[in-house]
């Protein structure tokens, strides 16, 4: 399998081409990006680095090289800046979103689009309808929210963090929803309490505004890279890895017109099924609120 990723010169989409690189999940990673000396500049060393782990191919690439490409990856976007939300990046990154997708529409209509570029729930449905590709092709990068879930829980409970099995839907934002009566500690369910519940909503919350107050400029590079590698390595290896993705939904939880973050079963065309979990009635006002939010977004693009 081959993998193209645009925005392949900036730290989330560098970093992630040679994490999935390492793994030699791939025959090829394409770097394509505005900065060619970065480019060649990244596959230079890359090629060097990755020797003693992977015979997978690190390039510099342009976009007519995307024609054989099994995964387009999307990390590029307007300059990281100081934001109260990620929906603020939805002007900023229209643009960059329009003229991405007309290169995908020119030189590939096969390959599987993962959506990395923020706001990601209204980006991964504009593209679904832009490109008028089947919604199994169409990913939604949420899997952080699930991650920082599960770190949230292991902090706030005391617990070891690889046994705890957790998942966020909803939104890629404010609006996630963490599925707290799902949790599983070493396979087995448990109990997580009301006051519990309110401080893992808080820690998710507060964690954004905390590096957001750091006006670093960069976004969570390395954390959104292996997380992003986790589900390229779901994808070439046809594994059915069940991680939390935005997709175009249909129906499913009786919500359509726009793409939400779901537990999804990951493999080689893409998502193989969506899982629909029961949701409180107060868990269901949540998401209906969040739905509209996004829906508006949506249309005001």
Request: charged share 25%; proline share 2%.
């Amino acid at each position: 399998m081959k993998l193209a990723i645009i925005g392949g010169g900036g730290l989330l989409g560098s970093t992630t081409g040679f994490l999935s690189a390492q793994k030699g999940i791939f025959d090829e990673v394409k770097l394509l990006g505005r900065r060619s000396n970065i480019l060649l500049h990244h596959a230079m060393d890359m090629e060097h680095a990755l020797l003693p782990f992977s015979k997978t191919k690190v390039i510099a690439a342009d976009y007519d090289s995307l024609e054989d490409c099994d995964i387009i990856l999307m990390t590029a976007s307007a300059p990281e800046r100081e934001v109260v939300s990620r929906d603020e990046y939805l002007k900023d990154n229209i643009k960059v979103v329009d003229e991405i997708a007309e290169k995908i529409n020119k030189y590939n209509k096969h390959a599987i689009i993962i959506t990395a570029t923020n706001p990601i729930d209204v980006f991964n449905y504009y593209l679904h309808k832009k490109l008028n590709r089947e919604r199994t092709k169409m990913i939604g990068f949420a899997s952080n929210d699930s991650l920082r879930l599960r770190w949230a829980l292991s902090r706030e409970l005391n617990l070891d963090f690889e046994k705890i099995n957790a998942f966020c839907i909803g939104e890629h934002g404010e609006g996630q929803l963490p599925l707290l009566n799902y949790v599983k500690y070493d396979g087995n369910i448990i109990e997580v309490n009301d006051y519990i519940k309110s401080n893992m909503k808080k820690m998710l919350i507060d964690w954004f505004k905390e590096i957001q107050g750091l006006n670093a400029k960069r976004t969570s590079g390395w954390t959104s890279a292996v997380m992003l590698t986790d589900i390229l390595e779901a994808i070439a290896t046809d594994s059915g890895k069940v991680i939390e993705c935005s997709v175009p939904l249909y129906g499913e939880l009786g919500y359509t017109g726009l793409s939400l973050g779901m537990m999804v079963s990951l493999g080689r065309e893409g998502i193989k099924e969506i899982i629909e979990p029961r949701l409180t009635a107060y868990e269901k006002e949540q998401l209906d609120d969040t739905v509209n939010k996004i829906k508006i977004q949506i249309e005001s693009i």
